[in-house]
């Protein structure tokens, strides 16, 4: 089972990218998918969850400007992130809870993270 980042870049205070995730191998079923994002010296946090029945939710500090969605079918689950500010400036890493083909658990899986840059 692999995680595959990609959508991070440099863009300007208040501006918008796609963070886009997938997962791929042999996947039995996925639970929970989840971005976290790790800023220079700081610990890593959770940034927005997405159950498998659609419920979603948002750390309170990207309420209003973050959105997460996935697609079960594609096995992807998305960032949309907008009226960026300096202080998001991170790697942004997502997370998925995966069911392997002949294992009996749900296992966390990371992706490689992608590198999200706000500066003017």
């Known amino acids: 089972v692999q995680l595959q980042a990609s959508g991070g870049g440099l863009v300007q205070p208040g501006g918008s990218l796609r963070l886009s995730c997938a997962a791929s191998?042999?996947?039995?079923?996925?639970?929970?998918m989840a971005w976290y994002r790790q800023a220079p010296g700081k610990q890593r946090e959770l940034v927005a969850t997405?159950?498998?029945?659609?419920?979603?939710n948002c750390a309170d500090s990207v309420k209003g400007r973050f959105t997460i969605s996935r697609d079960n079918a594609k096995k992807m689950v998305y960032l949309q992130v907008s009226s960026l500010k300096p202080e998001d400036t991170a790697v942004y890493y997502c997370?998925?809870?995966?069911?392997?083909?002949?294992?009996?658990?749900?296992?966390?899986?990371w992706g490689q993270g992608t590198q999200v840059t706000v500066s003017s």
């Open positions: 997370n998925a809870d995966v069911t392997a083909l002949g294992s009996g658990r749900y296992v966390p899986y």
């Open positions: 997405a159950s498998s029945g659609g419920n979603t």
């Open positions: 191998g042999s996947i039995l079923s996925i639970a929970s």
